[in-house]
């Protein structure tokens, strides 16, 4: 069992920069690759971003060149930069852990957390 906890979304403006962390605790970290993905109200859920287990990272095009993702494994945390911010980037957003890169990148988690919520206002 793995739980994660999600935090640092919020309401900032269009071209602001937010980071988001996901504290991960229970089986080991390593073992897992990372994910976010995003729903908004009304849409499916969307895969953001994913980080391999020695640390590839993969992004869908809508946020490629504005979000890095990056894994410190000491501390058993994965996070989500998000630069140049865009309304279209509001959601709310899941931190997720999959036993394989292959199913995270089909977005076929074994877990996730609560979700942070993010607003960016025009």
């Known amino acids: 069992q793995v739980q994660l906890v999600e935090s640092g979304g919020g309401l900032v403006q269009a071209g602001d920069s937010l980071k988001l962390s996901c504290a991960a605790s229970?089986?080991?970290?390593?073992?897992?690759?990372m994910a976010w993905f995003r729903q908004a109200p009304g849409k499916e859920r969307e895969f953001v971003s994913a980080i391999s287990r020695n640390g590839g990272t993969y992004f869908t095009d809508s946020v490629k060149g504005r979000f890095t993702i990056s894994r410190d494994n000491a501390e058993n945390r994965v996070y989500l930069q998000m630069n140049s911010l865009k309304p279209e980037d509001t959601a709310n957003y899941y931190c997720a852990a999959g036993s394989s890169l292959s199913r995270v990148l089909r977005g076929s988690y074994d877990y996730w957390g609560q979700g942070t919520q993010v607003t960016v206002s025009s």
């Open positions: 229970g089986r080991t970290f390593n073992d897992y690759a």
